[in-house]
């Protein structure tokens, strides 16, 4: 399979504990971005990078939250004391950007959190 | 980025064409028109985007009217497994980030 994956699938943490994430992008994308998604809403734009630069970040991403591309090819999202608002699915897309025009944007499955 | 509207939920019987509408009139010349959908539990999937001409490809037809202040994405034999959350986002070509709204929950029955 080669579109976008991530792990865990799933993942149930209790309040306070931190977790991280895991992102593989298709392989010759160059675009990387987060998303989160509450229950009965759209997803939310988080951040994105270019390659291992980080280019944006949403006012959503507070600083409990901290997202790596080191050599521009997977992603890690990493939350600290983790709160019960938290909770959400967690989705990571890739895309192909050539200049300055940027290509459909390809999901994951997305990553559950719960927080208890 | 324009913001869309699109009804909340819709049906369509199985084999029949489903029609979903979107008004994005507030618009502006470099958006193109998006439409992505999510099947429960399933990340968005693209579907199909253009800029004022219409659009056909293997999923579905995009319709953008002359003024571009609304579009339709045409499924052309709605199938079960087209039920999903379809999303209409205008956004321009080289966007950082996709602006999502809550979509159509498109339910398609036998």
């Known amino acids: 399979d080669t579109g976008v994956s991530q792990n865990p699938r799933h993942k149930i943490t209790k309040r306070g504990q931190n977790v991280t994430f895991r992102c593989d992008p298709i392989?010759?994308?160059?675009?990387l971005y987060w998303y989160r998604q509450t229950l009965g809403q759209g997803p939310e734009f988080l951040t994105y990078f270019q390659n291992e630069a980080q280019l944006e970040k949403s006012r959503l991403l507070s600083d409990r939250f901290s997202a790596e591309r080191p050599k521009g090819s997977f992603s890690t999202l990493e939350i600290q004391r983790t709160e019960q608002g938290d909770s959400a699915m967690y989705l990571c897309?890739?895309?192909?950007?050539?200049?300055?025009?940027?290509?459909?944007?390809?999901f994951g499955p997305g990553t559950r959190l719960t927080v208890t | 980025d324009a913001k869309t509207t699109q009804p909340t939920s819709m049906d369509c019987a199985e084999g029949r064409a489903a029609n979903l509408p979107c008004n994005h009139s507030t618009i502006s010349g470099n958006e193109y028109v998006y439409w992505y959908r999510q099947i429960h539990s399933q990340g968005p999937q693209y579907i199909i985007h253009?800029?004022?001409n219409n659009e056909t490809n293997e999923m579905a037809s995009l319709i953008i009217t002359e003024d571009r202040k609304s579009s339709t994405l045409i499924l052309p034999h709605a199938t079960l497994r087209d039920t999903a959350v379809y999303y209409c986002i205008a956004s321009s070509y080289n966007t950082d980030k996709l602006i999502f709204g809550t979509g159509t929950r498109l339910q398609v029955f036998p």
């Open positions: 253009g800029l004022k």
């Open positions: 897309a890739s895309s192909l950007a050539a200049g300055v025009v940027s290509y459909e944007q390809y």
């Open positions: 392989s010759e994308h160059n675009r």
